[in-house]
């Protein structure tokens, strides 16, 4: 294989991994059908009634049923009406969500401490060298399923395989309460057949390029140089190179051992009016604070990172005593190291946030300084 001026070695599968990813099917709808089993044969649309907000909410998710009639996260709410008036209509409860979340991820801790969630519903797991010192993946994956299902009644679908791609799309084949198993042998013509869209990280607008290209599925993104895709998607084209030969060597990574979380943002002019610098402040505190909420870690130090024109760049970072558990807090603690240490005299380039020293939530303590 060529790239460049530089020959390598066809890349290789790494198969010594055993990685599981599970995600909850229709995860709060569910929740709310195990509590009020009245609704288990009916379509169920989290979201606010479109009556009671005039048309405002959006859905969260919505079950099965509902699904059959084109019901579909991130829809507003308006419109799934309009596509199943019957359908019932249940409010969101973030935090009961947050607390099912926690005891799911405490079913995982049980196999494996390599927990990395991606979300309240779904997580990889590293399942190597597990706590029950089972060699079988596919077997602790329908332990694990099963025991969600006995002791939180929910039901979840997981992908088994080598990697955290194809964990991912796997986990996605059988919904619901399915478990996929992919092995390393299988990988190559399971990634050939996949369509473009199901390939993890291809946003829509990416989708109509690969068209363009004349690719539709996993056996065409194979036929291509890594050269021609590096030039057409940049970074993205470089990962899927690999990936769709079955390579993708991310690590899981438990919350437990990860030291930062953040963000930071170009701007697409630089600025020098306070009143913008925080607006982008607030609404990077948000997106670290989205992430780390979910991640369930309350941190303690917050970074800010101003860049300058010129390009010399600042970082100052305040601790506190106390973790940051409200985005109030985190804004707060955002804008007060921006006006402790920002400096208009010249353009903001890029802006950064960025929270570290976690303490994890739940029952286990976890020493303040993980450094
Ligand atoms: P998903 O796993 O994407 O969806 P799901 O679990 O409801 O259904 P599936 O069986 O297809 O996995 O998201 C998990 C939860 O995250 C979902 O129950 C509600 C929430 N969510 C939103 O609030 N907004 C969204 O746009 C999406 C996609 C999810
Ligand atoms: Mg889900």
Redesign the pocket.
């Given at each position: 294989m060529r790239y460049g001026l530089l020959t390598f070695e066809e890349p290789q599968i790494d198969s010594s991994r055993k990685i599981l990813h599970v995600?909850?099917?229709?995860?709060?709808?569910?929740?709310e059908i195990r509590d009020k089993p009245g609704l288990a044969n009916q379509p169920v649309v989290?979201a606010r009634h479109p009556e009671v907000t005039g048309g405002k909410g959006?859905?969260?998710?919505?079950n099965?049923k509902a699904?059959q009639y084109g019901i579909?996260?991130?829809m507003p709410a308006v419109e799934a009406y309009r596509l199943c008036p019957k359908a019932v209509f249940v409010p969101?409860r973030h935090a009961y969500?947050q607390e099912v979340s926690q005891q799911i991820r405490d079913i995982f801790y049980q196999y494996t401490d390599l927990v990395e969630p991606l979300?309240?519903?779904?997580a990889y797991l590293d399942v190597t060298h597990n706590k029950k010192g089972d060699p079988s993946a596919l077997r602790i994956a329908q332990t694990i399923q099963r025991e969600i299902y006995e002791t939180l009644h929910l039901t979840s679908?997981v992908g088994v395989s080598y990697n955290k791609f194809i964990a991912k799309i796997a986990s996605?084949y059988h919904?619901?309460h399915g478990i996929t198993l992919v092995t390393p042998a299988d990988a190559i013509d399971f990634l050939k057949d996949l369509p473009i869209d199901k390939f993890y990280g291809v946003g829509q607008r990416s989708i109509d390029r690969f068209h363009e290209l004349g690719i539709y599925k996993g056996a065409d993104l194979y036929q291509m140089e890594l050269d021609d895709l590096i030039q057409s998607f940049g970074k993205m084209g470089y990962s899927l190179y690999f990936k769709v030969r079955g390579i993708h060597p991310s690590p899981v990574s438990s919350h437990r051992d990860r030291k930062s979380i953040g963000k930071e943002s170009t701007f697409s002019h630089f600025t020098q009016d306070e009143g913008e610098v925080i607006t982008y402040l607030d609404r990077l505190a948000l997106q670290v604070y989205t992430n780390y909420q979910q991640k369930g870690v309350r941190p303690h130090t917050v970074t800010l990172k101003i860049r300058y024109q010129d390009f010399t760049t600042v970082t100052r970072q305040a601790k506190h005593e106390m973790a940051i558990m409200t985005l109030n807090d985190l804004q707060a603690a955002v804008l007060d190291l921006w006006h402790t240490y920002g400096d208009l005299s010249q353009s903001v380039r890029l802006l950064g946030v960025t929270v570290s020293q976690f303490e994890v939530e739940g029952i286990e303590s976890f020493p303040l300084n993980i450094e």
């Amino acid at each position: 294989m060529r790239y460049g001026l530089l020959t390598f070695e066809e890349p290789q599968i790494d198969s010594s991994r055993k990685i599981l990813h599970v995600d909850m099917d229709a995860f709060y709808a569910s929740i709310e059908i195990r509590d009020k089993p009245g609704l288990a044969n009916q379509p169920v649309v989290i979201a606010r009634h479109p009556e009671v907000t005039g048309g405002k909410g959006i859905v969260a998710t919505c079950n099965y049923k509902a699904r059959q009639y084109g019901i579909h996260s991130a829809m507003p709410a308006v419109e799934a009406y309009r596509l199943c008036p019957k359908a019932v209509f249940v409010p969101g409860r973030h935090a009961y969500y947050q607390e099912v979340s926690q005891q799911i991820r405490d079913i995982f801790y049980q196999y494996t401490d390599l927990v990395e969630p991606l979300s309240l519903d779904e997580a990889y797991l590293d399942v190597t060298h597990n706590k029950k010192g089972d060699p079988s993946a596919l077997r602790i994956a329908q332990t694990i399923q099963r025991e969600i299902y006995e002791t939180l009644h929910l039901t979840s679908s997981v992908g088994v395989s080598y990697n955290k791609f194809i964990a991912k799309i796997a986990s996605d084949y059988h919904k619901p309460h399915g478990i996929t198993l992919v092995t390393p042998a299988d990988a190559i013509d399971f990634l050939k057949d996949l369509p473009i869209d199901k390939f993890y990280g291809v946003g829509q607008r990416s989708i109509d390029r690969f068209h363009e290209l004349g690719i539709y599925k996993g056996a065409d993104l194979y036929q291509m140089e890594l050269d021609d895709l590096i030039q057409s998607f940049g970074k993205m084209g470089y990962s899927l190179y690999f990936k769709v030969r079955g390579i993708h060597p991310s690590p899981v990574s438990s919350h437990r051992d990860r030291k930062s979380i953040g963000k930071e943002s170009t701007f697409s002019h630089f600025t020098q009016d306070e009143g913008e610098v925080i607006t982008y402040l607030d609404r990077l505190a948000l997106q670290v604070y989205t992430n780390y909420q979910q991640k369930g870690v309350r941190p303690h130090t917050v970074t800010l990172k101003i860049r300058y024109q010129d390009f010399t760049t600042v970082t100052r970072q305040a601790k506190h005593e106390m973790a940051i558990m409200t985005l109030n807090d985190l804004q707060a603690a955002v804008l007060d190291l921006w006006h402790t240490y920002g400096d208009l005299s010249q353009s903001v380039r890029l802006l950064g946030v960025t929270v570290s020293q976690f303490e994890v939530e739940g029952i286990e303590s976890f020493p303040l300084n993980i450094e």
